[in-house]
């Protein structure tokens, strides 16, 4: 064969392979991806509203910097309102509003159609009269965060979500990262110190802890769905109801935590209060209180037209205190119970029973044990669980 005819089909191949590679869509590359921002505030804001500009990309931040913000960059937000999909890579990096900046102001917004990552980042000091008091998710945006840290944020007035607010539609995912000592309103219904939902919200071995709010100090799940697992909810305080975490609606599933060490100043819940629908497996409830006169559920508070699904847990050591406090286990007024394998004991109220109250019959006691509660395990209760005794 001559060399002509060998030549002849490669340049046909290659002529088809230019064509077909003509034809396929453009791969751009956002600008600022894996771009490093120096240790300014005025650079990080700038790098973000390029990377909003560019369609995305990934910001190095400066190991072990402080990036503070003096001012508002867009609306409430100290940094550029989040459109696309922008990654903040840290490592040991905190982005604050400044101690000093005169007007309140949140540390981000994601808007619909955006996403924030956070990688090694702190974010602290912000503060608003508003929802998101470090972070804002819109119906449409998505936060994640990896190894970061929310603390020292807060809300004022009847608003939520003092370290995170997730709107309806939105989406968080909180893995294996510390939200602590964030604070919401005192008044009204202003709920989740540390964070508050009504979109899409999954926590994963994080610590939630040392939050307040008036309902739901340490996490408020208002609507929508909530996946809790691995994480520890400890020491966060309610004015009102749920020390360590409330749901108002929608469905949760809490597995593999701690709810420990929470208060709720009032009306009861000191652990977890539920009002919607409720799956907890392999779960501590231990050493939690509510302090109110008249008080209910020093560890869980079920709440009438709500189901609770509780598995391979244990509920002991909470207390109900203050004249007329009772239940210091488990409260249930008119809800759907199911206690699987389940230990409640060395609960403690003021008045009987210390155990459990509920004026509903349990559907499913199996391999549950209720006992050494004071000043009663069940007497007192308008209904008694099957096998409760004294």
């Not at 989406?171 to 939200?179: K, L, M, R, Y």
């Not at 409640?344 to 006992?371: E, K, L």
Request: glycine content about 16%; overall charge positive; some cysteine.
């Amino acid at each position: 064969m001559s060399d002509c005819n060998v030549r002849a089909p490669q340049a046909a191949v290659a002529a088809a392979l230019i064509a077909t590679m003509a034809s396929l869509p453009a791969v751009t590359t956002p600008a600022y991806a894996g771009a490093r921002i120096p240790c300014r505030g005025k650079a990080l804001v700038s790098a973000i509203s390029a990377a909003n500009a560019a369609g995305g990309g990934t910001l190095r931040l400066a190991a072990h910097c402080t990036y503070t913000l003096y001012k508002a960059a867009s609306g409430e937000n100290g940094l550029p309102l989040i459109t696309s999909r922008i990654t903040l890579e840290g490592k040991r990096t905190t982005i604050r509003r400044a101690p000093s900046a005169t007007t309140d102001f949140r540390i981000a917004e994601v808007a619909t159609g955006g996403r924030l990552t956070l990688r090694s980042v702190t974010l602290t000091s912000g503060r608003v009269a508003d929802d998101g008091g470090a972070i804002l998710v819109d119906n449409g945006g998505t936060l994640i965060t990896r190894d970061s840290v929310i603390r020292g944020n807060t809300v004022t007035g009847d608003h939520s979500g003092g370290g995170i607010s997730v709107r309806s539609g939105g989406t968080a995912v909180i893995a294996s990262s510390s939200v602590w000592d964030n604070h919401a309103g005192t008044t009204g219904f202003a709920s989740g110190g540390g964070i508050d939902s009504s979109g899409s919200l999954t926590v994963t071995k994080t610590t939630v802890r040392s939050n307040t709010a008036e309902f739901g100090a340490g996490i408020d799940v208002e609507s929508g769905t909530g996946r809790i697992s691995g994480t520890d909810i400890t020491r966060n305080t309610a004015g009102q109801l749920g020390g360590g975490a409330e749901f108002d609606s929608g469905t949760t599933t809490l597995g593999a935590s701690v709810v420990a060490d929470n208060l709720a100043r009032v009306r009861g819940a000191g652990g977890l209060y539920n009002h919607g629908s409720l799956t907890v497996t392999g779960t501590k409830v231990i050493r939690n209180t509510t302090s109110g006169p008249g008080a209910v559920g020093g560890g869980v508070y079920n709440d009438i037209g709500s189901t609770l699904n509780v598995s391979h847990s244990r509920i002991s050591a909470n207390q109900a205190q203050m004249s007329g406090a009772f239940a210091g286990g488990l409260y249930n007024n008119g809800g759907t119970v199911s206690l699987r394998r389940t230990t409640i004991f060395r609960n403690s109220s003021t008045i009987a029973p210390g155990g459990v109250w509920t004026n509903t019959q349990f559907i499913d006691t199996t391999g549950t044990a209720i006992f050494d509660n004071r000043p009663t395990n069940c007497a007192g209760s308008p209904v008694i669980p099957p096998g409760c005794q004294g």
